[in-house]
């Protein structure tokens, strides 16, 4: 398969999928196509549903996570 914006190849990588839930991130090892040129990803069947079904999830309770680091508003 070749990317569909750029027509770059395209591999199997496991990446950091976040998921913003209010002012947090959370970060999901996640295995997905991802286009070696641009960058693009592309989930498999299922993984986008997974994705809002856990950030539902983490809207009522953060389990199953812990921190790794804080997000800063630069004041401006
Ligand atoms: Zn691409």
């Known amino acids: 398969m ?7 190849g395209v591999e199997k990588k496991v990446v950091d999928e976040e998921i ?4 947090d991130h ?3 090892k996640m295995e997905t196509e991802v286009c ?3 960058g693009e990803r592309y989930y498999a069947e ?3 549903d997974e994705l809002i079904h ?3 999830r983490l809207e009522k309770e ?4 812990h921190e790794v680091g ?4 630069m004041s401006s």
């Open 2 to 8: 070749n990317c569909v914006l750029c027509g770059g």
């Open 20 to 23: 913003k839930v209010f002012n």
């Open 26 to 28: 959370f970060l999901l």
């Open 36 to 38: 070696k040129n641009c």
């Open 46 to 48: 299922g993984q986008i």
């Open 54 to 56: 856990l950030k539902k």
């Open 62 to 65: 953060k389990t199953g996570c």
């Open 70 to 73: 804080k997000v800063y508003q």
